[in-house]
């Protein structure tokens, strides 16, 4: 018995620690075995199964893991300069960009998503022949309370040697589909 309760303690001290990733009562993640092998050493079996999770978190990890596998999808068209990149983008998205020049003076941008698509058309050609290709890290996911992702990395422009911040909103269109209904980013000219 002694055993058991030093389980349950310890138990009980990692879910309220937040370790195993969740804060459920003891009873909901905690199992014991009816009957142990042995009255001094009765079994204690605790999962961390997202089923543990309230329908909340469960339905946030969901939607982060479907922004991942979009995330994935948009770098992979990206580095193979493929068209099907420009379908990721609604037509009413807003495309901000900061171009910083040396001299340290800024320009804001803002513009539209079907002309944004437009010239992205134009300017993918172009983009594979220089070899003007960005890579991303230090990536986050916010769910927002309106169902949109926002995705938050550092990007890095291999052909100017530069990192600068970078963000896309994305959203299910009325098909389901994943869009990009918003970006920012920062660019140098060479």
Known sequence: ???????????VALIGS???GCEKKVEEVAEVTPEPATPEEPTI?????PSFLPEEQQVELKVI?????????????GEEYDAKLIDLYSDEAVIKTKRIYPTGQAREM???????????KISMPIAK???????????????KE???????????SVLKDYYSPYYILIG???????????????????
């Open 65 to 77: 893991e479907e922004a991942k596998e979009f995330v994935q999808k948009f770098i992979k068209l």
């Open 146 to 156: 309106n169902g949109y992702v926002k995705i938050t990395a550092r990007r890095y």
């Open 18 to 20: 937040g370790l195993l």
């Open 110 to 120: 803002e513009i539209p998503g079907g002309k944004y698509k437009l010239l992205m």
């Open 45 to 49: 079996a605790i999962s961390t199964s």
């Open 129 to 143: 022949l220089r070899g003007d290709i960005s890579k991303f890290d230090k990536v986050e996911y916010e769910v």
């Open 1 to 11: 018995m002694k055993k058991f309760m030093i389980g349950l303690i310890l138990a």
């Open 172 to 190: 299910k269109n009325k098909r389901g589909q994943w869009l990009i209904y918003e970006e920012y980013s920062e660019s140098r000219p060479i």
